[in-house]
Every structure is written in structure tokens, then in C-alpha cells.
């Protein structure tokens, strides 16, 4: 893990030998820090920037390999136009220059900032793109490793660097939430086995996280027989866990975020073709998501009552497997008739999202979920799907997704759609055909959420990716904490708006 400081950005702070990165803005005058170093190199910088014809445009860099001045490289990252200056050309800006600086284990970063909350969010952005999984390279030498160990960041003014300081905590729960995702949806379907998942769950009470975790056994006895049924293939057990933090009035109801947690996904007896099976071990990644969301809120101390609610099992094939055809009472008491047990991800989540309501009757429900194929072929790997029965939750969700970059695109939900998933023998079958393959399941989710707002994120398309972005290293992308964390921080915690 990248560690963090900030000091104010002065020469004398830096010590030889070392590299430094700068994060300049366009059209603005050059920061201090540039200037001195422009003149202690004897303008080396200058003549660097112009024979690159480099003009500072958003998070392109130049790399100047011994400028002098007893630097070992200076990297010049462009801000884009300061007028459009916001936290996410920050963050990527900063996720470019750790990219950038990465040969040497000690990193300095000057932003060109006008306050401390920039600054930090450039920080945020070095410490979200240094993120790598490592556990299970064992034999990798040194030098192939990314070594940049610390990155000191040099703030301008000193009060900008102890605002810079003081905004740093809350945003360091945000990174170590994702981490934390990412960590969770990187680990294969061997490791992380529904029971392995609640462990590391319940390791979180440290935060001041409470942790509850459900058996079969207790499950049973809810009656959560659709997320039971999935269950039944495999030799792992399931599990549910709770997780509940009390930042808010004590009386106040909760929000609440629910996670589907299929740890592996072979598509149960209507089984999946081998060709990119493996991918299925992300299958976990909206409960990743609830996990790495609830730490970060814990983390900040966020002034909200909040639930994580992660239904956790393993969808696999044996003699003791769903079958299709199989019907099924869910936890609402709604009859299932399972024609393909594929469309496992909505079973389990009807049993979490009818107990959550139930359980905590919370101020909103939000779920994510890897749920459909379908959601990619209509949005690819740029936005998530957004399904919603409530236009200001809605709203609120897609602001956050613009203020984080994590995108939604809203999707149409109706009774047409809803008859679609209608059971000649039970009260409804879990899927609907292919036609809007995404909304029908989405509708069906809707049956059993009540009459409250209630959010389906179907994060299918953007849990991982195959492909470097900043603040993004490919891989798990932990889509969701920083969008969900936003929502809560904008709407929710004691003293923000909801309605404005
Ligand atoms: N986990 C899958 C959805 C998925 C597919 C996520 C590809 C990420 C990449 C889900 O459980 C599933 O299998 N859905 C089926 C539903 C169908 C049987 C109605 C699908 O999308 O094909
Ligand atoms: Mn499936
Ligand atoms: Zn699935």
C-alpha cells in the first residue's frame, strides 16, 4: 500500500537523489515548486516541456530523466484547464504520476492546488492507481515489483498542506474501503468460499463494524428458501452477514446496501459454457462491494445509520443440486418456479432484499450485482445499470456516479416487462427470455422490495476490468464504494441535503 504524507511544497523538503512529480494546470501561472526547480536545474524544465511539446493537458505526462538540481527524474503531469479543475481530474492526475514515478521507492508530488481537498484528492487518486494484487506472485524479483513505497505530497502554502492533511483521514477510509473490495473480488472461487467471505467480514468489527453472521441452519429457519435452493450444489456452505454501523441519531432509520455474493457462478445444473468460466469467480462482486463500502463509511465515521446485508453462497452442480424446474418459497413467502438456475444472483438477492425490509425497515434499499450478460451487451464496460422505483433516489445515484466517474445509465422498468417473468404454476419463474434480459431481472427484484425507494445497481459490466484507468489498475474495480460512499456523504449523513 502506497503510504501517504503531505509537507509544504518547498525544495528543501526533497531530499537528492529523489524524484518529483508536478501537477500543473494549463493555462495557469506555474507553481512555485516548478519555478524552483526550473531555476535550480537552470531551466531544465522549460526546455524539457517545449521540446516535448508538452502543454499540461489532462493526466498526460512527461518524464525528465536527470534535470539536475541532484533529481533523479522529474515528472510533469498535465491538470487540464483550471477552469474544469474538479476532484476526478485530480485523482487521475495524480493516479497518472504515481504510474509515473514508479522506479523509485520514495515519491514526492507537488500539486499546483488551491486547497488542501484538492491536494488530498490527488493523493487519493496515487493511492487508488498504486493498488496491485499481489498475494500469489511468489517468485517475482525485485526489480519487476513497483517500488514506489511512499509518496510525499508537497502542498503548497502551509495551511493548504494541513488542510490537506486534515481532508486526508476521511479519504483514506474511502481507498482502503476499495482496497479492501478489490482485495475480496481478486481472490479465487478456491480461497474464498462463502464461509472464508464471512470470516473476513467479521474481521472488520475492528472499524466498529457490527457483525452478524447467519448459518444454514438459521437461514433455514428465516425461510430464505430461494437463496437456499442456489446453495444446495455445492459442498460449501452459505452464509449471510450483516454488517451495521451506528454513526447516526440512535433512533434514526437506517440505509441500507445489499450485495449478491455468489463466490462462484458455474451456472448450477443449467450449467455455463467453458470459455470464460473462470470469469465467474467475480461473481461476489456487489457483496465486495457492500463490504469495502461499509468499511470505508465506518472508517470516515460517517454520521449515518447504515446496514450491509450479503447473501454469500456458491452456485455449483452435484447430485444434491437445483434443479430446473424446481419451485421454491422465497423469505417474502412468494413462490419461485426456477427455470434456469443460472438466473441464481436474483434468487439470492430476494430472499436479502425482502429480510432487509422486513428486518430494518431502512430510508432506502440499494443493491448491486454482477446480475445479467445482458447489461453488458446494452451498456458495455462504461456505465452500470441503474433501476430504480424512486426518481429522486434515482437522481441522487446518478449525481454521485458523475461526481465519482463511476457512470449509471438509467434502464426503463414497467408492467410489460414484470409480465414477462409470470409462472403458469408459481408466482412468478426467474427468467424472462431474453428480451431486455437485464430489466426482467430487475423487475423481478422489484417484487420483493415493498413499496419503499429502492436502487438495483447491475454492476455485470464494471466489477472488473480488463484494462489499466486511472485511479483503475485492471483487475477487480471495486465499482460502487466511492459512488455509494458520495451518495451517503451528499444525502444522507446528519447535515447533508437530501432534497437539495
Ligand atoms: N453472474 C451471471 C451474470 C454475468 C454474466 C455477470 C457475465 C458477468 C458477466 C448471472 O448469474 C447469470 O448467469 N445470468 C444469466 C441470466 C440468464 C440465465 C437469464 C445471464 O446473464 O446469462
Ligand atoms: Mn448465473
Ligand atoms: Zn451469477
Known amino acids: 500500500m502506497l503510504e501517504i504524507t503531505f509537507a509544504e511544497g518547498r525544495l528543501e523538503v526533497v531530499p537528492e537523489g529523489a524524484s518529483v512529480a508536478l501537477l500543473v494546470a494549463e493555462e495557469a501561472a506555474r507553481p512555485a515548486l516548478f519555478t524552483t526547480i526550473d531555476e535550480a536545474t537552470g531551466g531544465a524544465l522549460t526546455r524539457g516541456l517545449q521540446a516535448a511539446e508538452f502543454t499540461f493537458a489532462r493526466s498526460k505526462t512527461c518524464v525528465l530523466l536527470g534535470p539536475g538540481a541532484g533529481l533523479s527524474r522529474v515528472v510533469l503531469v498535465g491538470l487540464g484547464k483550471r477552469a474544469d479543475l474538479d476532484m476526478r481530474a485530480l485523482e487521475a492526475a495524480g493516479s497518472a504520476a504515481a504510474g509515473a514515478l514508479g522506479r523509485a521507492p520514495a515519491g514526492f508530488l507537488a500539486v499546483d492546488a488551491l486547497t488542501g481537498e484538492q491536494a488530498a484528492h490527488a493523493a487519493l487518486g496515487a493511492?487508488?492507481?498504486?493498488?496491485?494484487?499481489?498475494?500469489?506472485?511468489?517468485?517475482?524479483?525485485?526489480?519487476?515489483?513497483?517500488?514506489?513505497?511512499?509518496?510525499?505530497?508537497?502542498?503548497?502554502?502551509?495551511?493548504?498542506?494541513?488542510?490537506?492533511?486534515?481532508?486526508?483521514?476521511?479519504?483514506?477510509?474511502?481507498?482502503?474501503?476499495?482496497?479492501?473490495?478489490?482485495?475480496?473480488?481478486?481472490?479465487?472461487?478456491?480461497?474464498?468460499?462463502?464461509?472464508?467471505?464471512?470470516?473476513?467480514?467479521?474481521?472488520?468489527?475492528?472499524?466498529?463494524?457490527?457483525?452478524?453472521?447467519?448459518?444454514?441452519?438459521?437461514?433455514?429457519?428465516?425461510?430464505?428458501?430461494?437463496?437456499?435452493?442456489?446453495?444446495?450444489?455445492?459442498?460449501?456452505?452459505?452464509?449471510?452477514?450483516?454488517?451495521?454501523?451506528?454513526?447516526?441519531?440512535?433512533?434514526?432509520?437506517?440505509?441500507?446496501?445489499?450485495?449478491?455474493?455468489?463466490?462462484?457462478?458455474?451456472?448450477?445444473?443449467?450449467?455455463?459454457?467453458?470459455?470464460?468460466?473462470?470469469?465467474?469467480?467475480?461473481?461476489?462482486?456487489?457483496?465486495?462491494?457492500?463490504?469495502?463500502?461499509?468499511?470505508?463509511?465506518?472508517?470516515?465515521?460517517?454520521?449515518?445509520?447504515?446496514?450491509?446485508?450479503?447473501?454469500?453462497?456458491?452456485?455449483?452442480?452435484?447430485?444434491?443440486?437445483?434443479?430446473?424446474?424446481?419451485?421454491?418459497?422465497?423469505?417474502?413467502?412468494?413462490?419461485?418456479?426456477?427455470?434456469?438456475?443460472d438466473a441464481e444472483g436474483r434468487l439470492v438477492l430476494a430472499d436479502m432484499l425482502s429480510y432487509t425490509l422486513e428486518r430494518y425497515k431502512p430510508r432506502f434499499m440499494v443493491d448491486l450485482a454482477t446480475l445479467t450478460g445482458a447489461i453488458i451487451v446494452g451498456l458495455g464496460h462504461e456505465h452500470a445499470g441503474l433501476f430504480s422505483n424512486d426518481e429522486a433516489l434515482a437522481q441522487q445515484l446518478l449525481e454521485a456516479g458523475l461526481a465519482t466517474g463511476e457512470a449509471l445509465w438509467r434502464m426503463p422498468m414497467g408492467d410489460g416487462y414484470d409480465k414477462l417473468i409470470r409462472s403458469d404454476i408459481a408466482d412468478m419463474k426467474n427468467i424472462g427470455g431474453r428480451p431486455g434480459g437485464s430489466i426482467t431481472a430487475a423487475q423481478f427484484l422489484k417484487r420483493f422490495v415493498g413499496p419503499g425507494p429502492w436502487a438495483h445497481l447491475d454492476i455485470a459490466g464494471m466489477a472488473w476490468s480488463s484494462k489499466d484507468a486511472p485511479g483503475v489498475p485492471k483487475g477487480a474495480t471495486a465499482f460502487g464504494v466511492r459512488l455509494l460512499d458520495r451518495l451517503v456523504a451528499a444525502r444522507y449523513e446528519d447535515g447533508a441535503s437530501e432534497s437539495g
Open 127 to 341: 493511492r487508488l492507481g498504486a493498488y496491485r494484487f499481489d498475494r500469489y506472485r511468489t517468485r517475482e524479483s525485485a526489480e519487476d515489483k513497483p517500488r514506489l513505497a511512499t509518496l510525499t505530497v508537497l502542498a503548497g502554502e502551509p495551511d493548504i498542506a494541513r488542510a490537506a492533511r486534515a481532508a486526508w483521514p476521511a479519504l483514506e477510509a474511502v481507498a482502503h474501503g476499495v482496497a479492501l473490495t478489490r482485495d475480496l473480488v481478486s481472490e479465487p472461487a478456491n480461497v474464498l468460499s462463502p464461509p472464508v467471505f464471512a470470516e473476513r467480514i467479521a474481521a472488520l468489527a475492528y472499524l466498529g463494524l457490527e457483525i452478524e453472521t447467519l448459518g444454514p441452519a438459521e437461514m433455514q429457519r428465516l425461510g430464505f428458501g430461494a437463496l437456499l435452493g442456489v446453495a444446495m450444489g455445492s459442498d460449501k456452505e452459505p452464509r449471510t452477514v450483516i454488517m451495521r454501523w451506528n454513526g447516526g441519531a440512535a433512533d434514526a432509520a437506517p440505509v441500507a446496501f445489499i450485495g449478491k455474493g455468489v463466490t462462484f457462478d458455474s451456472g448450477g445444473i443449467s450449467i455455463k459454457p467453458a470459455g470464460g468460466m473462470e470469469d465467474m469467480k467475480w461473481d461476489m462482486a456487489g457483496a465486495g462491494t457492500v463490504v469495502g463500502l461499509m468499511a470505508a463509511l465506518a472508517g470516515r465515521q460517517a454520521r449515518v445509520n447504515a446496514i450491509g446485508v450479503v447473501g454469500l453462497v456458491e452456485n455449483m452442480l452435484s447430485g444434491g443440486a437445483q434443479r430446473p424446474g424446481d419451485v421454491v418459497t422465497s423469505h417474502s413467502g412468494q413462490t419461485i418456479e426456477v427455470l434456469n438456475t
